[in-house]
């Protein structure tokens, strides 16, 4: 059983950046993959990165690739997400999620924590 806590949301204006970072604790069979989804009011949760903690594999939705970086501490066993260049369109919740497939579908993640809120005025 694994228990993510997510953190480092906040508002910030176009243009600014910030980093997510997701703290795991408890019982991991061994790696999984890890990701980052959000979800906007009003629209379906979206798959935004994700990171095999195996070989640090990394897959990124079109819409952010090349402005948000996610990477993963093995000895904090501590996810994240650098978001740069950020749009207000990046605005949502965002969450973390754990799981043994590397898949977009969030119904394949076991583990999920709370949110947290990216906020960008333009």
């Known amino acids: 059983q694994l228990h993510l806590v997510e953190s480092g949301g906040g508002s910030v204006q176009a243009g600014g950046s910030l980093r997510l970072s997701c703290a795991a604790s408890g019982y991991s069979n061994g790696n999984n993959w890890m990701a980052w989804f959000r979800q906007a009011p009003g629209k379906e949760r979206e798959a935004v990165a994700r990171?095999?903690?195996?070989?640090?594999?990394?897959a990124y939705a079109d819409s952010v690739k090349g402005r948000f970086t996610i990477s993963y501490d093995n000895v904090m066993k501590t996810l994240y997400l650098q978001l740069n260049s950020l749009k207000p369109e990046d605005s949502a919740m965002y969450y973390c999620a754990a799981g043994p497939f590397g898949t977009n579908q969030g119904s394949q993640y076991r583990f999920w924590g709370q949110g947290t809120q990216v906020t960008v005025s333009s």
């Open positions: 990171l095999y903690t195996g070989d640090g594999d990394t």
